[in-house]
């Protein structure tokens, strides 16, 4: 019987053959994994779906208006906010009270009148 030489004559032929085969596989792996990263990045985003990233849900046009006011400087921002919580439907927050200080002006030096 007449025996053919292998490739590499000492039997690496088959160690050839088991790695094109995992390259092949690790190949097909690689293109399916691009093309589902690529379908995922151009996927739209739909209308009505706030919840996906990257989405703003349009703003009404009057609070584009209030935020126009506002950098304009027509309203302060304690007014901006009440008045964006109203259309928003939110809670306006209510306004806190803090007291003002009252400057106490020493008398001048040499008045020994008292003042009143």
């Known amino acids: 019987m007449h025996r053919f030489p292998m490739p590499g004559g000492n039997g690496l032929g088959i160690l050839f053959g088991i790695a094109g085969f995992v390259g092949t596989l690790v190949f097909i792996g690689l ?5 589902v990263y690529l379908a995922r990045r151009n996927k739209t985003v739909q209308p009505g779906h706030p919840g996906q990233p990257g989405h703003r ?3 009404p046009p ?4 209030l935020d126009e006011r ?3 400087g027509d309203i302060e921002i304690e007014d901006y906010l009440n008045r964006k919580a109203a259309l928003l439907g939110d809670v306006p927050k209510p306004a806190e009270w803090t007291p003002t200080p009252t400057p106490e002006s020493p008398a001048p030096a040499g008045d020994d009148k008292p003042q009143g």
């Open 62 to 65: 009057a609070v584009q208006i």
């Open 57 to 59: 849900a349009p703003m």
């Open 70 to 72: 506002l950098a304009s």
């Open 31 to 35: 293109v399916i994994a691009l093309v």
